[in-house]
């Protein structure tokens, strides 16, 4: 996908983009290649790729969710800040909060947000479970993209968001994994309320959106520790 397709396929799922944008995207792109031969960041490593892969991929979460209502974002198991960072450069006015497990990936995170001269932008190092036991309902919307089994990641991310507000998991192909999820959404507060299956431009490879919303405050005792999770599944 090269810029001008980019700017097109944007346009058809109502984003405009400016110069501005494209400019920090192009800065995200040399700073993700050039972390990349350092630490492992992506194996998606050629423009065109990146830029529909990644860039692209992480806007279409607007398919189901107007960002122009959120006020607090968080990212969990953000990695090279996918979705975080793309989000964060095309709606600035939001409150962004990375989450990652890792040091190195944190610190190409606070690289990125230095050089793009991004605010209201936090990358934490921290392990997902442990923030959500500290971050209790402090979210208007909780991302994550491809970072765990969907069960896993409601017991995770429903703690950090706030009574009625959302969830976005970002998903290639989901049917198993949502059939095993029903129990933990149930037990979580957590209910389906959209559901958006595409294809990207170019490659055609699925894609899910799931948007949950927080019904009620979830039990204190989750989430649970990851041992817990092995031996008493939800």
Not at 121 to 134: G, P, Q
Not at 158 to 171: G, I, R, S, T
Not at 172 to 185: C, K, T
Request: hydrophobic letters at 40%; glycine letters at 2%.
């Amino acid at each position: 996908m090269n810029t001008q397709m980019f700017n097109q396929e944007l346009q058809k799922i109502g984003i405009e983009v400016t110069d501005d944008q494209l400019n920090k995207l192009e800065l995200y792109y040399k700073l993700l290649i050039e972390w990349n031969s350092k630490i492992n960041l992506t194996r998606i490593i050629s423009k065109e790729d990146v830029y529909l892969k990644h860039f692209y991929d992480c806007l279409t979460l607007v398919k189901i969710m107007d960002l122009t209502k959120i006020n607090t974002f968080c990212d969990i198991g953000t990695g090279a800040g996918f979705p975080g960072i793309v989000i964060k450069i095309f709606f600035p006015h939001l409150h962004v909060t990375l989450v990652d497990s890792l040091m190195k990936r944190v610190n190409f995170l606070n690289d990125v947000i230095e050089k793009l001269h991004l605010e209201k932008i936090t990358a934490i190092h921290f392990r997902i479970e442990d923030f959500a036991h500290s971050h209790r309902e402090k979210f208007d919307l909780v991302t994550a993209r491809a970072v765990a089994p969907l069960n896993i990641l409601l017991e995770y991310s429903m703690p950090l968001v706030q009574k009625d507000k959302y969830f976005l998991a970002m998903k290639a192909n989901i049917d198993e994994e949502l059939q095993n999820s029903l129990n933990a959404s149930k037990i979580l507060k957590a209910k389906l309320i959209k559901r958006e299956e595409f294809y990207l431009p170019v490659d055609e490879s699925k894609r899910n959106l799931l948007l949950y919303q927080k019904v009620d405050k979830t039990n204190k005792k989750y989430p649970r520790k990851p041992n817990e999770i092995k031996e008493r599944p939800l």
